[in-house]
């Protein structure tokens, strides 16, 4: 299929949207589609519709705040988490996403404790799993790191962000040859290992 038929397929889907748009599901749809385009500007004008029509539309308040955290406003991406999880207290996601906020501004304790409830919500949220090793790992504990990341490639072989955490904790406990081998395992799946890293396994 050409780029020419994939666009005209997705604006057939907007204009298709648009028409079932008065309700907030029919914006959320919507905005999911600006947001597959990266119009962000669209896509949060549709999600503030989808929330106006149906206020307890726990995945638009998500949405928006990814958003947020695309422009680097931390505190309004926190905000909209928040509200994502009083209406939804079970909705692994905005935890998870709260305790991302938390890495950034350096709050590893409230970090860790983010991505646990997110993970008693959803054990098998990766992104929440792999993160919690990260924090792990950034309060000194290489160790729990593993744990928990090799539970992530147990289950997703070739989740990159996890062979990397891997990597990282095993350069942490002084094993390169281990570390080699997870960056190895990291590049092969996708994920961009800084060559300072790469370096540092090598020496």
Avoid at 3 to 12: A, L, N, P, R, S
Avoid at 62 to 70: D, P, R, T
Avoid at 154 to 178: C, M, Q, R, V, Y
Wanted: contains cysteine; proline residues 3%.
């Amino acid at each position: 299929m050409s780029d020419k038929d994939k666009k005209q397929i997705v604006e057939e889907f907007k204009e298709e949207m648009k028409a079932t748009s008065d309700t907030g599901t029919g914006h959320y749809n919507l905005a999911m589609t600006y947001l597959g385009e990266r119009d962000f500007e669209a896509a949060e004008k549709e999600l503030r519709l989808a929330i106006q029509e149906e206020p307890e539309l726990a995945e638009a308040y998500v949405q928006l705040g990814g958003i947020a955290m695309y422009r680097g406003d931390l505190d309004s991406c926190m905000s909209y988490n928040k509200m994502a999880a009083d209406i939804r207290p079970r909705f692994a996601v905005p935890h998870g996403n709260m305790g991302f906020v938390h890495l950034q501004k350096q709050d590893v304790d409230k970090a860790i404790a983010s991505f646990r409830k997110a993970l008693s919500f959803d054990p098998g949220f990766l992104q929440a799993r792999t993160s919690l090793g990260a924090a792990y790992l950034m309060q000194g504990d290489a160790t729990a790191c593993l744990e928990e990341c090799t539970k992530v490639v147990t289950k997703e072989p070739k989740f990159g962000p996890a062979w990397n955490n891997i990597g990282l904790a095993h350069l942490e406990l002084g094993d390169k040859a281990k570390a080699r081998e997870a960056f190895d395992k990291a590049l092969a799946s996708g994920y961009d290992v800084p060559e300072q890293l790469l370096q540092e396994a090598r020496d």
